[in-house]
């Protein structure tokens, strides 16, 4: 069964303050992991999809990375706009074409 | 242009009552998909259709749940003798086929009384 595991649950930054939020998975042949952005009240909202180890992605002040046991999104100089929930999820090999997701990283940034 | 809508956007039914909640893909996305999102846990799977192919009902919680997509488009959910746990916000999603992107809708928050 393909599970994800996402750290951590919580995350204050001031703005302009670097960090790195967690996805850590076991899949059954990886076919895609998924980063999505959720705001409250709203539908998540795509924003990379990595394929396979080593493989990277950015997006203004988003970048994604991949390895074969864990993805990081690491935020650059965030800004309070930037205050969401972010999703990881897997796509397996095993599991049909559904979606595993972790119960996300609320992220908040403060003037 | 347009992405996946959902109807309506908020239910409060009583428990004993079903419920319909619809799903609009995006114009051209054959695969369509249904998500469930209870407070404090993750997204769960309940139902995929790709086309004219069977359905992936695997995730479907109880035989209360089904699901319809008719001319390969638009999408009902129906939950049957609703109870207070099926609280939670319902999505769907839909991609260009079953390998791309999924897209998600705003979602039909329920509440069960």
């Known amino acids: 069964e393909d599970q994800v595991t996402q750290s951590p649950e919580a995350l204050r930054l001031q703005e302009g303050e670097s960090s790195s939020l967690n996805c850590s998975y076991t899949?059954?042949?990886?076919?895609?992991l998924f980063w999505y952005r959720q705001d409250p009240g709203k539908g998540p909202e795509f924003l990379f999809t990595?394929?396979?180890a080593g493989e990277e992605k950015e997006k203004e002040r988003l970048k994604a990375t991949l390895t074969k046991k864990e993805s990081f999104l690491h935020i650059t100089a965030p800004k309070p706009e930037d205050s969401a929930t972010y999703l990881c999820?897997?796509?397996?090999?095993?599991?049909?074409?559904?979606?595993?997701f972790g119960t996300g990283t609320q992220l908040k940034v403060e003037l | 242009g347009a992405g996946v809508s959902q109807s309506p956007s908020n239910k409060v039914t009583e428990k004993g009552k079903d419920v319909e909640l619809r799903c609009d893909p995006i114009?051209?996305?054959?695969?369509l998909y249904w998500y469930r999102q209870s407070l404090g846990q993750g997204l769960e799977f309940l139902i995929y259709?790709?086309?004219?192919?069977?359905?992936?009902k695997s995730g479907l919680p109880s035989d209360r749940f089904s699901a319809e997509r008719t001319g390969g488009s638009v999408s009902t959910l129906t939950i049957q003798r609703t109870q207070q746990e099926d609280s939670a916000v319902y999505l769907c999603?839909?991609?260009?086929?079953?390998?791309?992107?999924?897209?998600f809708g705003p979602g039909t928050r329920l509440l069960v009384l």
């Open positions: 999603a839909s991609s260009f086929n079953r390998q791309e992107t999924q897209y």
């Open positions: 990595l394929y396979s």
């Open positions: 999820a897997v796509q397996g090999g095993g599991g049909g074409n559904k979606l595993t």
């Open positions: 259709f790709q086309g004219n192919s069977a359905p992936d």
């Open positions: 114009s051209g996305h054959t695969a």
């Open positions: 899949v059954s042949g990886l076919r895609g």
